[in-house]
């Protein structure tokens, strides 16, 4: 494909994107038209756009896997999709208060408290979904499994409400965010895509120095997310260095040196 033919097909596929237009594959088709068997994909999708989906990929072969992949030796499944993420999606997305009933660790149950949905997180570590929200009453940022929430409806917010809460829920956020620069060793510059999808569950911002032909990954996370960040760094391994964060340099030194004492002469 020449210069004039990749400049031609960009401009087509930004206008698409533009107007809402979104390209598959038939292959894509299949993998949907198979994923839409799946026990959960009915309380995934509203009736009407699981029948619409269907009717779309009608004609579409599914995926055949018979035969092909064997499933042993698995743990328990647990549902990626929870009964809950439709309703607190619209609630977010619709600009509303919610009324939850959940529990906690210890066993003790609340009911009917109001808050302020923010965001629907998915933990891969966990493989649980969370809530994270504003408790109105208590004035405190929360973060609740959707396995504890027992009920959750949908109140009116007036939009003037919903902007000072919104406001104050950010500045939380902002106030428990932390960085760390991670410096990608010059030898391992060529494996730059495969340490990024290593960070990609975190923001993040590349930079590139010219005279010193060095990477620099500047990750932010949350408080509760630096041990998490730190075994994404011990995964890559001899890749990657910590350069700046003096707790995290600490946490490392430390694991590593109880790592290699377990491995010490006696």
Not at 21 to 36: C, D, I, N, P
Request: include cysteine; glycine fraction near 4%; proline fraction near 3%.
């Amino acid at each position: 494909m020449n210069p004039f033919e990749k400049i031609f097909n960009y401009q087509i596929l930004s206008r698409l994107e533009d107007s809402g237009t979104f390209m598959v594959t038939a292959h894509e088709r299949s993998w949907l038209k198979t994923m839409l068997r799946h026990p959960a994909a009915s309380e995934a999708f509203a009736p009407g756009t699981l029948a619409r989906l269907a009717a779309m990929l009608e004609h579409d072969p599914a995926l055949q896997t018979d035969g092909l992949l064997l499933h042993k030796a698995a743990s328990k499944e647990k549902q990626v999709y929870h009964a809950l993420l439709r309703p607190l999606r619209q609630a977010i997305t619709g600009r509303s208060l919610v009324t939850l009933s959940y529990g906690i660790k210890n066993g003790r149950s609340y009911s009917e408290q109001t808050a302020f949905p923010y965001k629907l997180e998915y933990s891969m570590v966990k493989r649980e979904w969370y809530l994270l929200w504003y408790h109105l009453r208590h004035r405190a940022l929360m973060s609740t499994k959707l396995q504890k929430i027992a009920e959750a409806r949908q109140a009116p917010c007036p939009e003037e409400t919903y902007a000072k809460l919104l406001a104050t829920v950010q500045s939380l956020m902002e106030n428990r965010k932390r960085t760390a620069d991670v410096i990608v060793v010059r030898q391992y510059n060529a494996e730059l895509s495969r340490i990024l999808y290593a960070f990609s569950c975190f923001e993040k911002e590349v930079r590139y120095d010219a005279e010193r032909n060095e990477y620099t990954i500047r990750v932010s996370f949350q408080n509760d997310e630096c041990e998490y960040l730190l075994s994404k760094a011990r995964f890559l391994g001899k890749r990657v260095r910590l350069a700046r964060g003096g707790h995290m340099q600490r946490r490392m030194l430390e694991s590593a040196t109880k790592a290699l004492a377990r491995y010490g002469e006696t």
